[in-house]
């Protein structure tokens, strides 16, 4: 990591013409920054018009100038802010001044990152900042303001402050064995352990239903050859996105692309048809979708309404894993005459008879992938976590878990002490509390420039 006393600056705004474009300086050198490139010094807090200048004397730019005074910034340091003109030469031109009067270029996440260290945000908080700019829907947005404000945050306090509860009564007794009084002989402590336990996998459910928000689900659609998953990808997109022929095998890699499901990013694959073929090309198709199937969230399986639906077994059995979420498509419905509709509510997989090449029906897939996404369920409480946050969550969950069963079974009070131990140690590695300085380069550096 940098040194922090450095000040730091960067283009806070998009690349690209707009109307207004943004440099944002952090550091101890920022008033003597704006002093120079201005003529003085701004009030806290308050816009001040005035002209940018270069060495020279002569007019970069004029526009707005705000400076927000330690500690009541976002990094915690003097911050300053240059309104400008939107153009990427202007922007240019101000950052080299910048530059020129002492402040080094920003990295990815610089400012975040500052902000996490003089802690006016913890680990949660920062990486939803970049989630809150990276939103794809109203949803995830939502989600990430909420971590932003704190919510995530005070949740695992919460537990943490039950797992310290926890360990001084395990400890205590650790380290006064000769008292007489059996400390966790009280029903009480086990009690406190299993509730601590519960809002640990309680919380855990709805970080792994939030992630959901946040990389979207993985839908794949797998079928014979010439049955329409082309078509089908084409309709879902309202696109020409794979091409489309009588001729069996046109598909031989794989396609994708995402769509917004009520809110819920689907990012779709369009695979190979399954078949046996000599050809070398076509197996190598088949390959690669067999490795998406491993891949997805939910399996598509299409199959020709006019035809026999034998073989719908036969592929389940041969490609589709046990467990995995799927829906069967019944295509070509317009050749048959036939009606849209679901399947009974009993059959497993559930099945959609609908024509990829009308559009009939398709609104029922749509409807059937939000249920088994499980959209439908995601409250106003759900949180939008990362991968790292839902390992660290799981990790806790075991350790908790397992001092639990070593006690009860064997009355194993050390193994107890040392798993609360390492549950603590990896809530707080999720705030930020216990972080190794190599991880928070690998989360910041994924920020964007200014941020």
Known sequence: MADKQDTITAIATAPGRGGIGIIRVS???STDIVKCLTGQIPGARKAV???FRDQGGAIIDRGIVLYFQRPASFTGEDVIELHAHG???VLNMLLKRTKELGARQARP???TERAFLNDKLDLIQAEAVADLIDSVSEKAARSAMRSLEGEFSLQIQHITEQLIDIRAVVEGALDFPEEE???LADSDVINKIEKCLAAVVEILARAQQGRLLNTG????????????KSSLLNRLLQTER???AATPGTTRDVIEDSILLDGLL???ADTAGLRCSDNPVEQEGVRRAQQEIQRADIIVLVTDSGKAQQDEAAVLKQHVPSGKKTLIVHNKIDLQGKSPCVSAGDQDPPAIDLSAKTGAGINLLKEALINLAGLEDMGEDVVLARTRQIDALDQTRLCIANGLTAYVDIGAAEILAEELRNAQQLLGGITGEFTADDLLGEIFSRFCIGK
């Open 27 to 29: 550091g101890s050198k």
């Open 49 to 51: 018009f005035c002209a």
């Open 87 to 89: 153009g990427q030469v």
């Open 109 to 111: 996440g610089e400012f």
């Open 181 to 183: 009084i059996d400390f």
């Open 217 to 228: 689900v993985r839908v794949v659609i797998i079928g014979r050859p010439n049955v329409g």
């Open 242 to 244: 794979a091409i489309v």
């Open 266 to 268: 689907v990012n779709i």
